[in-house]
Structure formats: C-alpha cells, structure tokens
C-alpha cells in the first residue's frame, strides 16, 4: 500500500492509489476593487436565469446555442507560473452577480477574456465579456496554515466582475498579460433551477483536491510526499498547469456535446449541490462528469434523493463519490476549504464532537457507505490500461454503434476503473452492459459498464472508466492525452453518450426505456474477480 492511501475489498488491499492524476499542461500596485462591466462584451447574451419562465428560459438557450463562436479562446502562451496566474473568490455565481478576480503577474498589466464554452458550431465557446487593461503587479506569497499544511494565496482583489448578460454555463476566464503569456481561471455560472433540464455538475472539489499550487495538494506535500500532504486545500489560490487542466480534460468536451445536442440543460457544482438541494428539484437527469471523486455527505444524500424522485444520474468516469469530505468557510466566504485528513481521519479536531463524520473514503468506518450503493459500482484500482469490451451489446446504450457482444476498444478502460462487486451494497437490478478483462499490478479483475433503474422510474448509468470523457475526444486534436485511443474508439463514445443524454434529457428512463436484466451473478458466476 503506497503512502497509506485506501484500497478496495474487491483486489485484497493490492492496488494502490496514486499521488496525483496526470501531469498537469506542458507578485506592487494593484487596480484594488475596481468594478468593471460589459467593456468590449458582445452583443446580446441572454442570461435565462432560473427565475424565468420555463418557456423563457428554453428560449433563452435557444437562443445562446445560435450565436457566433469565437475560435480563438485557446491559450497560446502559459510561460512559467508567475507570469500570470489568479483565482475567483466564488466558484460558480448566478447570472448578474459579482465576484472578485485575484490576479499576480510579472507583465504590467493584463485583460480578462471570458469565454462561455459550449458547441458554437464547431468553434466550442464565445466571448461574452472582455475586460479593460488592467494594471498587473506581483502579489505577495502564499502562506501555509500549519495544522493542516493548507496553502492560501490571500491576495488583494484585482478587480470586480459583474456577469450581466452572461448566460448561465460553464466558463473559462482568460488572463492575458502583456508578457504574452496566459492562464484560465474556471468559473461557473450557475442555474438558479434545473427543472426539467440535465444538470451538469462539475466537480470543483476534486479540482481543489489534486491542485498542487504553492507546493501541496490533498495528495502531496514537501518533496512530494503523502505525509506531509495538506489536509485541506482552499480556492483561495489559483489552479496549476494551466489554470483548468481538470475541467478541460474530464469536463470541457461533455459539455460541447450536450450543447451541440440541444438538449435543456442547467449547470451547477457540487458545493453548490452540496449547500441547496433545491437545485436538483425536477431536474431530469445529473451528470457527475469525467474524474469526480471527492463528495459531501450532503452532495450525495441530495442526488441519492434526486434520483429517488425520479432524476436520472449517470457517472461518466470512474473513481465517483470516492472520498467523503467536509467544507468550511474561509475569510472569503462559506464553502472555500476543502477537509479531507483521508488515512489521518482521527487527528481531526472535528470528530471530538462529531464521532460519525470523518473525512475518509466512504466505504470506511465509522459511517461505513460504500459508493455502489448509489453508483452501483465500487472503485477498484490504478492504474491501468486495457480493452473496453462490450458484454450487452443490444442495451439501449449501445443503440447504432454496431457493436457486438466481445467487441473491444483499446486503451478504453483507465487509468482509474470500477466494477460491480456482487459482495457489496448494490442496487438491484442491475445490468453489467460492459465487462472488461484486466490486469492490475498483477491482479487479474474487471471493469464495469453497469446501468439500473429505481422505483421512481429514474435510470442510474456508471461507465467504469476514467477515459470515457477523454474517448470523446479521441480521433480529433482537441486532446493531446488519448492515450493512444483511436477515432473507432472515439466514435462509440460519442454515439454511448449521445444515446445516453437523450435518454436521459427525457424523463425517468426506467418509464421509457426496457428494464435492466439483473445479470450481476451470471457475468461473476463465470468470471474470475
């Protein structure tokens, strides 16, 4: 076991996880508390905002989805970390709020592009706003709270930003300095209600978790090690790589996809879902999207009760609803640190007075909840790479991708999988529509595609790999990390999810489509695990 961290009842404890996913992409005078507007925004921009009619609001996305895109939102330049980095101090904001935007950099000064990412024909986002010039400075180092190692770049606030006339969605922030050099800054505009729309619920903790700005993460800390790793981590300091290499791996492309369909959709977080179940109230279906892994106990009683009323979910990764963590206020505001002590879960002050709501993962005592009870898969191991090979080929899923039971596509399953453990919490019935052959640190298992249903009619998918957002974009050059998937590999993913989200965009899928086969015992009875 490496560095103490947690393994699944499903391989006896002999696969590890790993000190963090993937690498990440290839500090004077301050414009303090400058307001800025719609300077250089473009024309229009309706915002639908939850408090509309249903009607207007459809209208409104309509509307959205026809504009002309702005192909030039990629960033050219990162340049070395202290040319130009920042951070917002809200992760997601309603249409029309404000939100302040830290910035340090060596240039002199900088603009702001926001860009809404979304299909566009092709382009895949548009400018909404741009700010003015900005003057730049280098804002001071971070500091380090020692009882937990928790790093914290407190800078002052560069600017303020308004999101009038921003449609609700996901964004990408562009700081361009005049060094030349850029970085992204994520935000979310969030949805005041998601009636009757799929909700995608980007997973800014687990963002936070793997950040390794300043030095340490949940995973790392001096020297890269586990045991001096943070024990929280705070958004009050700017992402590394790039500045949204999370997003842009394991989100970005679902959310062009879903947009180029045209179906209702809303955005929010899993803070946001964490804080106010409501926002899952009458939505059809939540997407939990490519590498999701730290959850509140609340985030997930909140889905647990969306799809108990009838909202689809699916988890189009693997690793989902993983760790069990608990969010504090910081001097910015509430919900902006993330608790997770994991293997340390007993030094936690918290539990003196709270003996039943440790930050560890899950499946582990006290408050023992394995994540199959919701996923209907339980994650296994890392890493790996291997075939993804198709069991029920007729299922719904599989619906004019033309593949045939024992058909296979390489590189699929990884670098993180799951799989039905029979032995475990699971919800029944269940289908295993995937099950592919693997080996692990030299163990021989499975991963699993598995899909059921509820008696609200809502249907549960979970895709068992961590590729499959990342397969979306294999066969294109919007993705340098394929991991040597091809375009077969990426057109079955596309048409899946495709079927998928339709699916699901409809209403409770246990009404319109076939029941899951219970083959659970059939495909273990057979196969070693």
Known sequence: MKHGEAQSPGLSGRLDRRHFLAAAAAGGAMAGGMAVGGCHSSAGGESGTGSAPPGATRTAENAERTRAGNADWRIGSVGPPEAVEGYTDKVSVLPGEEFGLHVSTTAPAFRVSAYRVGWYDGAQARLVWRSHRVAGAVQARPRILPATRTVRADWRRSLRVRADGWPEGAYLL???????????????VRSASAAGRTVLMHAVATWQAYNVWGGYSLYQGENGAYGTRSLAVDFDRPYDGNGAEKFMVYERVVVVLAERLGIPLAYTTGTDVHRDPGI???????????????????????????????????????????????????????????????????????????ADMPTNDFRQPPGASPESSLTGVLY?????????????SDHWIFERTGVKRGDSF????????????????????????????????????????????????????????????????????????????????????????????????????????????????????????
């Not at 030349?180 to 994520?186: D, M």
């Not at 296994?380 to 029920?392: L, M, N, R, S, T």
């Open 280 to 354: 899952l109230q009458g939505a059809a279906a939540a997407l939990s999207l490519g590498h999701d892994e730290y959850w509140t106990p609340q985030q997930r009683a909140h889905v647990t009760r969306a799809r108990d009323a009838g909202t689809n979910v699916a988890f189009l990764g693997a690793n989902a609803c993983f760790r069990r963590i608990r969010l504090e206020p910081d001097a910015t505001g509430a919900d902006r640190t993330v608790v997770c002590y994991k293997t340390d879960y007993r030094d936690d002050p918290y539990l003196a007075d709270h």
């Open 410 to 529: 390489d590189h699929l399953v990884g670098v993180e999988y799951d799989r039905v453990v029979p032995e475990m919490p699971t919800p029944a019935p269940l289908e295993v529509i995937a099950h592919s052959p693997l080996v692990c640190k030299g163990t021989h298992s499975h991963a699993d595609s598995a899909y059921y249903t509820v008696p609200s009619g809502a249907g549960v998918f979970a895709s068992g790999t961590m590729r499959w957002v990342e397969a979306l974009m294999a066969g294109t050059r919007e993705n340098g990390r394929n991991h040597g998937m091809d375009a077969r590999t990426g057109a079955f993913v596309t048409r899946a999810t495709e079927n998928l989200l339709h699916a699901f965009a409809a209403g409770p899928c246990g009404r319109s489509r076939p029941k899951p086969r219970d083959n659970v015992r059939d495909v273990y009875a057979s196969a070693p695990h």
């Open 174 to 188: 562009r700081l361009d300095a005049d060094n030349g050099h850029q970085r992204y800054v994520p935000l979310i």
């Open 380 to 392: 296994e191991g890392y890493p790996v790479d291997a075939p993804y090979v198709v069991h029920g």
